[in-house]
């Protein structure tokens, strides 16, 4: 099946929403408790995306007319990257990452960083991001991590 990369739009918001959470409490769940789940699951309604999708620059996987996954670059920073899990290790997130990669070069951004999950750590690892300190909201953990674009001059 062939996989495509476009802009998310407005209209998307709701296939969005709805990926978002089937990956969270499908493939999140079992790195994180119920309740930090949940908490996450409120900053992803169709309206909250809808206002994401104004705000930063939004991709999306589709396989075709199917949205099947997500990401998204606000400024330096790799946010929101969620694929469906009944396709999920097929190269979808591979293909957002490439993307939001080729648009943070043409935007010359020297480096990106990525507020990773437990669940995504050794995904990003493998696409070169490193792990740079841990973050805490209450016992919800979170992984900063970061990969350089450019050579330092």
């Known amino acids: 099946m062939e996989c495509t990369i476009r802009p998310a739009l407005a209209n998307d918001a709701d296939e969005i929403s709805a990926i978002i959470l089937r990956a969270l409490r499908e493939t999140n769940a079992k790195d994180y408790a119920d309740e930090i789940i949940e908490r996450i699951a409120h900053s992803f309604s169709p309206d909250a995306v809808r206002r994401l999708i ?50 943070a070069r043409a935007r010359n951004v020297a480096s990106l960083t990525v507020p990773s999950s437990v669940t995504a750590e050794t995904f990003y690892a493998r696409l070169g991001f490193k792990a740079v300190h841990d973050s805490y909201r209450g016992d919800e953990r979170t992984i900063i991590m970061e990969r350089l674009l450019k050579d330092p001059i």
């Open 54 to 103: 104004g705000q930063r620059t939004v991709f999306v996987a589709t396989i075709r007319s199917r949205i099947v996954g997500t990401a998204s670059l606000d400024g330096n920073v790799v946010r929101t990257v969620f694929v469906a899990p009944d396709v999920q290790a097929g190269g979808i997130g591979k293909l957002l990452m490439a993307e939001i990669e080729r648009t």
